[in-house]
């Protein structure tokens, strides 16, 4: 925090930790805002981004004290085209101009995950106040998460329609859409968001390694929910356990054949990379082959003999195969459900428009997480708005041998800075054409 020794700030920050162990989600606005005015900040609002992190959403929005108390803020904001929203897609802390008091649009992040933005109404500010924004968000970012798992309201706030049963299930499975560390960033998306049936990923990172992992089931039912949440489970057993690839597809096989007597299956891809050595390793369980991107500017499938997809009961052994990464490579795994997609005209998006579309968004610079939502909104509108089939796709990048410095983690994934200069909160200035989708 900013100056030297335990200023109000840093009270402020201990206090706040001492009252969330006992509240309920539905407080911390309150509570944030009521320990806040200790320093100075005369309003202090919580927005969360809905599933498809189209709009942020006010939290207390309805018949609540911070709702009477703030009856001027508006419940909702579009992602596009608001200060807010610029805040939400950059990790940038950006100032409103137009404010009379300084108020500022604070991202809220939970590690990378991206969660919404505080708006914070306080004095005009400099680096110092900064610091303390930022850090401020932080402690809310984590009394979100410490507290949505059991409260309802998280939920319905973020949802702007109902959701399907097998949807329900495997946004309760899958870990945290983004997640960092100096050597290796993972970001993913998946749609359609509330209807989602068969599509589940995973990743589990280590000390020299990270594991990962896409599944896709047969179907679009509930079923099909229920065959990726074994498959998803069966993996994470046997990794957890220390079998390796081979020794997990003929676990998640047995689960599988166990269950549904081969009347289900799921096509998949595991694999697992070496930090210090960048050796990647994988298999493939009759699902679309990995792609790697290299300096932004080049994309080629990596090739390797299929199994069958596990369930199939057929008795074949998966190959594993390898490849050398080079610093800075990317990896892409997907489903089929977003390049066999066909738009009105029968055309498919397919995997150059998939691959197109990431390379033309490498130089523009913006976090990882944010050029994933802009792919999946343009996969939408080229289908109209409508999948027929669940659509994912999952980017690793790995450091290189040597640990990313904390400027590229942060231009990766839209943290922001860790000392942000006046000059520079006006928000972060997009590149040219970053708009454009």
Not at 107 to 122: H, I, K, N
Request: aromatic fraction near 6%; proline fraction near 7%.
């Amino acid at each position: 925090m900013s100056g030297t020794g335990l200023g109000p700030a840093d009270r402020m920050l201990g206090d706040l930790i001492a009252a969330s162990h006992v509240i309920m989600l539905e407080q911390i606005p309150e509570v944030v805002g009521r320990h806040a005015e200790r320093v100075g900040w005369s309003q202090v609002l919580v927005y969360l981004a809905d599933l498809q992190q189209e709009s942020l959403h006010l939290l207390g929005a309805e018949g609540s004290a911070t709702a009477r108390e703030n009856a001027d803020a508006p419940t909702a904001l579009q992602v596009e085209g608001t200060l807010a929203g610029r805040a939400f897609q950059t990790g940038a802390i950006v100032k409103g101009s137009a404010s009379p008091v300084g108020q500022w649009w604070v991202p809220l992040l939970d590690g990378t995950e991206r969660l919404g933005v505080l708006r914070v109404s306080a004095g005009e500010a400099g680096a110092p106040v900064a610091d303390d924004l930022r850090t401020v968000a932080g402690l809310v970012a984590f009394m979100l998460v410490s507290k949505r798992a059991t409260s309802d309201t998280y939920a319905g706030l973020v949802r702007r329609r109902g959701m399907n049963v097998a949807a329900e299930m495997e946004w309760r499975l899958m870990p945290p859409r983004t997640c960092a560390t100096d050597r290796v960033l993972i970001s993913a998306v998946m749609e359609p968001a509330y209807e989602i049936s068969g599509d589940v990923f995973d990743y589990a990172i280590g000390t020299d390694t990270v594991c990962f992992a896409l599944f896709d089931a047969m179907g679009h039912d509930t079923a099909a929910g229920l065959t990726a949440a074994l498959a998803l489970s069966a993996y994470r057993n046997n990794r957890r356990d220390g079998a390796g690839m081979p020794e997990t597809a003929a676990a998640i096989e047995r689960a599988l054949v166990e269950q549904f007597s081969a009347a289900r299956y799921a096509t998949g891809v595991m694999a697992e990379l070496n930090f210090a050595t960048g050796l990647l390793s994988w298999t493939s369980l009759g699902h679309p082959e990995p792609v790697l991107i290299r300096r932004g500017r080049t994309a080629w499938s990596l090739p390797c003999p299929p199994a069958p997809p596990a369930g199939t009961d057929l008795g074949l052994e998966p190959t594993v195969c390898q490849e050398q990464l080079e610093p800075g490579d990317r990896l892409l795994l997907y489903s089929d459900g977003i390049t066999e997609a066909r738009n009105s005209d029968g055309e498919e998006f397919g995997l150059a428009g998939l691959t197109d579309f990431l390379l033309r968004h490498h130089a523009d610079g913006l976090p990882v997480p944010e050029t994933l939502r802009r792919l999946i909104r343009h996969h939408l509108r080229y289908h109209n708005g409508r999948l027929n089939d669940d659509a994912t796709v999952l980017l690793l990048e790995w450091s290189g041998p040597d640990p990313y410095r904390p400027a590229r983690v942060e231009a990766l994934t839209g943290l922001p800075p860790h000392t942000t200069p006046e000059d520079v909160m006006e928000g972060r200035r997009l590149p040219p054409g970053a708009d454009a989708e």
